[in-house]
T-cell receptor, first 112, second 112 residues
Framework: GENVEQHPSTLSVQEGDSAVIKCTYSDSASNYFPWYKQELGKGPQLIID?????GEKKDQRIAVTLNKTAKHFSLHITETQPEDSAVYFCAASGGGSYIPTFGRGTSLIVHP | NAGVTQTPKFQVLKTGQSMTLQCAQDMNHEYMSWYRQDPGMGLRLIHYSVGAGITDQGEVPNGYNVSRSTTEDFPLRLLSAAPSQTSVYFC???????????FGPGTRLLVL
């Protein structure tokens, strides 16, 4: 089955810095890669996703890049703010065909 | 729309007790799933359903039971609670396939 590795497990940055979280996956058939943000005491919420026919996707301060050859994808957050502090999860799935596998999560701490 | 709702928010059980965690969604989503979240372990799939009357096991199904009699509801039953089932449980729904998942707020369970 699919295996998703996520690094780092904890990331501490100063407000205004950039943050990068990386995930690798094992199944070359995976074609859908979402990122979820989980604020304290809440359920995860989708913040951005990318499909395998796209190399990069941006939404304001967040972006996701995908390298299909190397089987890894990354979340980039620019100009971090304290409200970006949360746990971030990556996942990989075959779109409609099979169940997503989640990474173990990254706790992002943004210091004011 | 209320989205995905879960009850209770918090529960304490004694070893051997049984209970049902409730999950409901009002978005008419076909796919529903249950995850448990443990520190450093990410989100692990317990059971899932691709429609009313259809359920299947996920990664960690032992000790849990599910049923799906309606599109809206997907309860998770703990048959005989064990301390290893202490965790935070999330229910999620998806319109179709396994792309964007909408998570509930979670149920925090403590088994003594």
């Amino acid at each position: 089955g699919e295996n998703v590795e996520q690094h780092p497990s904890t990331l501490s940055v100063q407000e205004g810095d950039s943050a990068v979280i990386k995930c690798t996956y094992s199944d070359s058939a995976s074609n859908y890669f979402p990122w979820y943000k989980q604020e304290l005491g809440k359920g995860p919420q989708l913040i951005i996703d990318i499909r395998s026919n796209v190399g990069e996707k941006k939404d304001q301060r967040i972006a996701v890049t995908l390298n299909k050859t190397a089987k890894h994808f990354s979340l980039h957050i620019t100009e971090t703010q304290p409200e970006d502090s949360a746990v971030y999860f990556c996942a990989a799935s075959g779109g409609g065909s099979y169940i997503p596998t989640f990474g173990r999560g990254t706790s992002l701490i943004v210091h004011p | 729309n209320a989205g995905v709702t879960q009850t209770p928010k918090f529960q304490v059980l004694k070893t051997g007790q049984s209970m049902t965690l409730q999950c409901a969604q009002d978005m008419n989503h076909e796919y529903m799933s249950w995850y448990r979240q443990d520190p450093g372990m990410g989100l692990r799939l317990i059971h899932y359903s691709v429609g009313a009357g259809i359920t299947d096991q996920g990664e960690v199904p032992n000790g849990y039971n599910v049923s799906r009699s309606t599109t809206e509801d997907f309860p998770l039953r703990l048959l005989s609670a064990a301390p290893s089932q202490t965790s935070v449980y999330f229910c999620a729904s998806t319109p179709e396939g396994w792309e964007t998942q909408y998570f509930g707020p979670g149920t925090r369970l403590l088994v003594l």
